[in-house]
Structure formats: C-alpha cells, structure tokens
C-alpha cells in the first residue's frame, strides 16, 4: 500500500509579512511582435473600437485586474525615440527598430497608449532610453506628459490633442543595461551615474515621480549582483526601485527540475534585497530601496521559430510562446514567491500581456483567448490582495538536478479584514508528479470563518495547452477541502495549483 504524503500548515493573522503592493501583479507590452499591432491594437478588426483597439482583448485584460502596465520596451526602448510616437499619425515615421530588428510604424506612441491605460483601468509604467539617449529625451518626455501646460512640450502634447497631463507616475530609468545584447549597453559605472543624473533632472521636473533603476537582467549575469551595488552606490538617493528580471524554460524536459526553479526566483530576490540593504548601510542612509521585478515569466518554447523570422517586417509573430499546463504551474510558484517576499517586492511586471510570451493570444483578424499561465495569474490579482501572510509549512521534499529540498508544496496565504467582515485566500501548489498530498491546516486564529470555494487548475498531462478553440487548461471549483474546529483539511491532486478561500460575513 503506498502511504498517503501529507504535510502540516501553521495560518495565524497575527504572522504578517506586509501588505501587498497590488503593483506586483502588474503587466508589460512592449513594441515587440503582436504584442501592439495585432495585439492590443488592430484597426479594422470586428472588435476595434474608434481608436483601434481591440475590445476583446480589452476584456480579458480587465478580467486579469493588471494594475499597472509597464511601456513601450524592453530592449526597444533603447534605440526609441518617443518623439516618433506623438502628433499627427499620418506624420509619424517608419524606423528600423533595432532591439528586435522589425519595423515601427509608430502608429501607437505614448497618447494612445495612456489612453488605452485608462480604458483598461490600468496605470502606465513608462521607460525611458538610456540606450542611444539620455537625460534630455528623458525629462522632456515627462515634461510632456506630466506637466499641466505653459511650457513647450507640455503645450506640444495640449496641440496633440491631450489637454490634462497623464500624471505618469513610475518611470524605469533605461532596461537591461547590464546586456551586451542591449543598444547603448553599459557598464555598471557608466550605467549608474546617467541613472543618477536623469534621475535628478526627472525629479526636477516632477518631484512625485518613483524611479526604477536597472539591476541586471537574470541571475546568470556575469556581472550580477556587483551591477546593482555599484549602480546603486551611485544613485542611491536618487532612485526609489532597483529592477530584477528573469525567464524560465524547461529546454531539458525535466518537469521535477523545471518546477523548483521559483527557488532560484527566491535566491535572487534574497541577493538583490541584501545588496540594497549594504549599500543602505554603507550610506548610513535611512531610505530603503524596494524591488521591481518588472519582467518576469517563462520564456523558451518560441526561441528556436523566431530565428526564422525575416529581419524589418512590421509585427511578425516574434516571441509566441504556446504555454502548457506546467508552465502555469511555474508561473503560480512565482506569484507565491512575490507574495513570501512582499515586504520588498513591491512591483512585478508578468512579460508580458498580449501575444508576446504572454497569458493572452490574439489572430490576426480572428479570436482572442486564454493560455494556461492566464489562470494563476488572475487568481493571484484578484484573491491575492490584503495582507500577506507567513504559512508555517512543513511539507515532504525531494531533489532535483540543480535544487535540493524542494518543498513539494508552495504557499502563500493574504488576509482582508474589515468593518467585523474578513476573507484569506490560500495559494497552494503540489509539485509531486505522482501523488496527492493532503495538508492539515490550522486555521484557529480565523475563528468564525467558513470555506468558500476552493479552486483547482489540474490537467493529467503537462503539456496539456489551450487554443483559440479549446481551453484543456482551465480550473474548475471542486476542489477537495474541509473546515472543522479550526482545521482545515486540504487535499492538493498531484500537480495542482489550488486557491482556497474562507470568509467571515
Ligand atoms: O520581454 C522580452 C525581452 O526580454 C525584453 O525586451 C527585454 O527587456 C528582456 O530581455
């Protein structure tokens, strides 16, 4: 007889982490592939509204509650030229958009972008170029789009069309500036004192601003993590945020592997919140520096079909990842480690929204729909708000190639209360690939709460994906759980991401 795993759980609302930032489930598009033109944006299709923009891919975006939506790239905006985006559409030119080696046609800039912000009750997280420009692009673009009037580019854009300013209030000082694949690449020395010094002028400029410097662009980064300690030693006073980006992929087909990798994920948000911390201590400075984790998601499966693409088209199908069930599994592992760390991690961006390595998938003239990874994500924006709490968790391990004790369960756990009502929701994910694993849970500390719904994303086959005409991969609420005397018993099916929510009325 094989023996049932089962793990315990401590949940008390006094084991407080922080309050969630709802920025961690924020969202990005950049000008790259479909994720624009024939993403969120195609005039002439059924859906168009009068701007142009899709209304269906609208709805699924606000089906998801993104709260803030970084733009316009990404390596593009190292080479971009945010004057190319505004006024006059028919005056707008075609350019050579380097990063990705396409063709922008600038049909969308930065006016139609804030508007399509508003539309889906998004903010925007904008981007700056560090690349191939700097401080002046830098603080006229903010002029432009944040102060009230009176001035020459805050009347350019009033001529443009757009009396109010956008009030853009976190910017992102350059990308990945740490990769030699990047235009106007730097070193940590260089990159720090341009960062110190657009961010003195923006701050001149609008001093409510927040600013994101780059750290370095995944933990394998020869450079990581002395570029966030040198950038930082530079602009420490400067800058609010320092960024963290980073991609999975399962290349190998090792699932047991390929699931452990939020461990990673947590080293690297450990490092960079420790590194922030010395530089604090080495200025004796009272300010903290929180993290941006504003690129972050799986990113293998379209690699090898993009090198077929032929180089200066206009919107080709670059970087359209097809995700399986396991990589919602992955994904949900990720949210859960944002929310462990939600004391710094106070933004994360999913790379990205629309068609490029992305939850939701457009055709061309045709149908939108939902890939595996849009679930976790929407559970997580919309049940993972409130306080983040630590769930004492003991749960059965394994190894893996790269990881050893590799909890099969990860979880996270956010708490609302509120005028004498009060809701936690549980993210739990089993990572055994074989069995089920069933958690006793003690809840006591919510007395007067019932269970509500316990959802479950499940699929026998890892590789299980959606289509526009199927969706293989979609929770269901039958999830098996019950609540007695305190304790809540879970049973969490192999390979499963569970959301648990108990309320008080
Ligand atoms: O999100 C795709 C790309 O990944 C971004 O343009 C870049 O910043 C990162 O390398």
């Known amino acids: ?36 033109y024939g993403g969120i944006y195609e005039p002439g ?24 939506v970084r733009y316009p790239g990404g390596n593009m905006v190292s080479a971009y030229n945010w004057e190319d985006g505004v006024g006059p559409k028919e005056d707008r ?25 508003k539309k889906v009750n998004t903010d925007v997280m904008m981007a700056v170029n560090l690349g191939t420009r700097g401080i002046d692009a830098a603080r006229n673009l903010l002029e432009y789009t944040n102060h009230p009037g009176g001035t020459y580019w805050s009347d ?68 990581f993590p002395e570029y966030e300690a040198t950038t930082l030693d530079i602009a420490y006073e400067q800058v609010d945020y320092i960024s963290l980006h980073q991609y999975y992929g399962n290349r190998t087909n090792d699932p047991a592997n390929y699931l452990a990798k939020n461990m990673d994920m947590d080293h690297f948000i450990k490092t960079v919140t420790s590194t922030c911390d010395y530089i604090k201590a080495k200025h004796r400075s009272k300010k903290t520096i929180n993290l941006s984790f504003d690129e972050w998601n799986v990113w293998y499966h379209s690699k090898d079909a993009d090198k077929e693409i032929e180089p200066w088209s206009i919107a080709p199908p670059q970087l359209e990842d097809h995700y399986n069930f396991e990589d919602a599994l992955l994904v949900g592992s990720m949210l859960i480690t944002f929310l462990q760390h939600a004391d710094r991690v106070k933004m994360a961006c999913l790379a990205q929204l629309v068609n490029v390595i992305a939850p939701i998938m457009t055709e061309n003239n045709g ?23 630590k769930p004492i968790l003991s749960s059965p391990k394994y190894d893996s190639k790269d990881f050893t004790d590799v909890p099969y369960i990860d979880s996270a756990a956010v708490y609302n209360e509120e005028n004498g009502e009060g809701e936690v929701t549980i993210f739990m994910i089993n990572k055994n690939l074989e069995e089920s694993i069933t958690v006793s849970c003690d809840v006591r500390s919510f007395e007067g709460y019932s269970l509500v719904e316990h959802i479950v994303l499940e699929n026998d086959d890892l590789k299980a994906v959606n289509t526009a005409s199927r969706q293989t991969v979609a929770p269901h609420g039958n999830g098996s759980s019950s609540l007695e005397d305190g304790t809540l018993e879970v049973r969490l099916s192999k390979t499963s991401w569970n959301v648990i929510r108990l309320k008080k009325y």
């Open 1 to 36: 007889m094989v023996n049932q795993l089962k793990a315990k759980m401590v949940l008390d609302k006094s084991y407080e982490i922080a309050k969630v930032d709802e920025r961690i489930y924020g969202s990005f598009i950049e000008h790259l592939g479909r994720a624009v």
């Open 367 to 389: 149908r939108s729909w939902k890939q595996t990874i849009f679930y976790p994500y929407m559970h997580a924006s919309i049940y993972g708000r409130g306080v983040s709490l």
């Open 45 to 68: 299709h059924p859906e168009a509204d009068e701007q142009g923009f899709r209304k269906d891919v609208m709805e699924l975006v606000k089906e998801l509650q993104v709260p803030i």
């Open 156 to 223: 350019l854009r009033k001529s443009h069309g757009y009396d109010a300013p956008h009030n853009i209030k976190t910017w992102c000082l350059g990308n990945e500036m740490d990769g030699p694949w990047q235009v106007g690449h730097k070193t940590a020395h260089e990159y720090g004192r341009i960062a110190q010094e657009t961010a003195k002028a923006m701050k001149l400029v609008d001093p409510t601003i927040e600013l994101v410097a780059c750290g370095s662009s995944n933990t394998g980064m020869p450079t």
């Open 93 to 117: 030119p075609s350019r050579l958009e380097l990063a990705w080696r396409t063709v922008e046609t600038n049909e969308v800039g930065t006016n139609e972008f804030a508007d399509w912000a």
